[in-house]
């Protein structure tokens, strides 16, 4: 499935974490806000809401987080 072009910082950042979409489901809220606020210190919009999106989309969308260049 292609990632909206919206949300391609945010899976960066989400892969950089060495998250893969079926883990980011599973976090607990200070796990998420731990990463939200990682995320505003980096100014990566849109993370929360493609968190949100992952979670929404009970398809897998990855199993393990692709390497970051």
Known sequence: MKIQKE?????KFISSLRLAHVEVRKL???????????ARELHIPNVKEY???I???KKIINKK???VK
């Open 28 to 38: 607990e809220k200070g796990e998420l806000e731990f990463i939200y606020e990682r």
């Open 7 to 11: 949300y391609e910082e945010a899976e």
């Open 55 to 57: 979670k929404a989309n």
């Open 65 to 67: 987080p692709k390497e």
């Open 51 to 53: 968190v949100e999106y």
